[in-house]
């Protein structure tokens, strides 16, 4: 896999070389779907690679941009609205980034910061579509093979491993423990098949990740973080989906808002010759627009409580609470558009889909009954683990 780094810090959040990035992902983004090719955000990663996004929580000592945990969800909102898929990609690699900084001695006889600072992206897989009880159970095996390892399995929901330089990976070991181990993306034996087919987030590359007899060494057996009612590596996992919501509904605003300036056609029974000027319609994109601050607020509120032992709850709280606003809104800008919004060519429909896809990670009925619990009964929160 080819990286192009840059020499450079990763740019600041309010600085002209995020902007421009940005702006050319949207672009990308926009071009992409208006030729309906079915082509990967390749140009986004490479711009993530060369200015460094994946750093931006690097302090600056360290050469990173030293970005706080608010500013950094700043940014993949940011990300999300102008390509979703993006944020989603390195969801796992941010996570990562954040477990270096919180243990940096664990890793020290390891380059992976180093790595990070160089553009690097670290990727991974857990899951697997297996059908065996349980949520931490793996068909996946690690084995000895003299002084190293054999990892052979399947995974699936593999997002972002297709496009990562390293891997990390949960197996089991000879005795049906969890073990992790993080490895080469394009190690011999690793075949990543781009057979995501969900209804949302298409070019993730979430589906199977196969793992034929991959040689692993000991230096890449690496601790796996164990879940618990606070862990906050779960918490910043769970919560950038929401960080992409909110990036999705500013693309919804926006994309609804440019399809009313430049309509002409108005509705029989409608309040004015021009559609940008109806109050009934300016009101349903002032709503959206209200459906997007206050996705945004909550994401970045709950971002600032990630280092206390809330970060769960929070996260939890803010998908409850967003989950029916996002939705909503995306349907709704269909009743200011009319028919013409339904054209596949207006592609408007992919907002409704994207965000069905994010809010159906970690169903919302079970996060609910659960923080009920904990207000009503003082409860802990389940298990929530790194992935």
Do not use: C
Not at 323 to 329: G, M, Y
């Amino acid at each position: 896999m080819t990286v192009t780094t840059s020499t450079a810090r990763p740019p600041a959040l309010d600085s002209a070389e995020l902007a421009g990035v940005l702006a050319e992902i949207a672009a990308d983004a926009r071009r992409r779907r208006a030729e309906a090719s079915g082509e990967q955000p390749l140009l986004a990663l490479d711009l993530v690679r060369r200015h460094r996004l994946g750093a931006v929580r690097v302090p600056l000592a360290d050469g990173g941009a030293g970005y706080t945990r608010r500013e950094s969800f700043a940014l993949f909102i940011r990300l999300a609205e102008a390509d979703p898929d993006v944020p989603h990609i390195l969801r796992l690699h941010y996570g990562f980034v954040e477990e270096l900084l919180r243990d940096p001695g664990a890793y020290a006889d390891r380059p992976w910061l180093a790595q990070v600072l160089d553009g690097r992206l670290f990727g991974g897989a857990v899951a697997e579509l297996g059908n065996r009880a349980g949520v931490y159970t793996f068909d996946t095996t690690l084995v000895p093979d003299g002084p190293a390892f054999r990892l052979n399995g399947r995974k699936f929901y593999s997002t972002g491993a297709q496009y990562s330089d390293y891997l990390r990976l949960v197996a089991s070991d000879g005795d049906g423990e969890r073990v992790s181990v993080l490895i080469p993306a394009d190690r011999e034996g690793v075949r990543h098949e781009d057979d995501w087919d969900g209804i949302g987030q298409r070019h993730t590359g979430s589906g199977t990740t196969v793992l034929d007899n991959v040689l692993v060494h000991p230096s890449e057996v690496v601790s796996l973080p164990f879940p618990g009612p606070q862990s906050r590596s779960g918490a910043q996992a769970q919560l950038l989906l929401h960080a992409i919501a909110a990036g999705i509904l500013r693309e919804l605003t926006a994309d609804t808002a440019e399809l009313i300036r430049t309509r002409s056609r108005s509705y029989s029974w409608g309040n004015h010759d021009e559609s940008r000027h109806d109050p009934q319609i300016l009101q349903i994109v002032g709503e959206l627009s209200a459906a997007a601050y206050v996705v945004e607020a909550a994401v970045l509120t709950a971002a600032e409580t990630l280092e206390s032992d809330d970060a769960s709850l929070r996260a939890s709280q803010v998908k409850i609470g967003v989950e029916d606003i996002a939705l909503r809104a995306a349907g709704a800008a269909f009743g200011a558009l009319g028919a013409s919004a339904t054209r596949s060519a207006q592609h408007l429909d992919r907002h409704w889909r994207n965000l069905r896809t994010l809010f159906s990670h970690n169903p919302t009925v079970f996060k609910a009954r659960a923080v009920g619990d904990v207000v009503v009964n003082s409860a802990s929160l389940p298990a929530v683990g790194y992935f």
